[in-house]
């Protein structure tokens, strides 16, 4: 199952994109949740608590990028990395993630864009952290294009879904037969 945490509500949700890319690259069981606003600590410890206890090891968690600097949701993203794997995009700012939660967190996979010609898009956050990379850019969605690392981490949440749900299908290969289609 892939968990993707996003806004669902409002106009024009990021979570619905998100989630039509996922379910465009997996037949893999997709549940939405969305995010609350956190008002304090011990809503946000209440908040992964719930999403802790409805995951396992074959699990995916999808959450969004922040631009925020937080100790606490970085020790929480690294626990619920213990129990399932735990996705997020870099970020579209073109700096440096490395002062940012969550994707500074521990057992945290954190997924770069690059654009169609296999170099990192401009607008795409980068560092250490970030552990793979995936074209991102001219995205067709709902007849509009669009592009950034959300889209990257969505498609390779869904390629981690497929290796988990058939061990024989790499993410490695499914991330290079995606690149080949897409390519210039």
Known sequence: ????????????????????????????????????????????????????????????????????????????????????????????????ISFYSPTRANNVTVVGCLNKSLNKATHSNYGDQVKTWIIGTSYLVEEELQHGTSISAAIYSAFLANSILDPTLSIEDQIQKYHSKVKL
């Open 1 to 96: 199952m892939i968990l993707i945490l996003d806004n669902f509500k409002g106009i024009n949700p990021h979570g619905e994109m998100i989630h039509k890319i996922v379910s465009e690259h997996t037949e893999c069981e997709i549940k939405k949740v969305h995010i609350p606003t956190v008002v304090d600590t011990d809503d946000l410890y209440l908040f992964f608590n719930i999403i802790k206890s409805n995951v396992d090891k074959n699990d995916i968690v999808l959450i969004p990028w922040c631009k925020v600097s937080d100790s606490i949701l970085d020790n929480i993203v690294s626990e619920l990395g213990t129990i399932c794997s735990v996705v997020t995009s870099a970020g579209n700012f073109n700096q440096d």
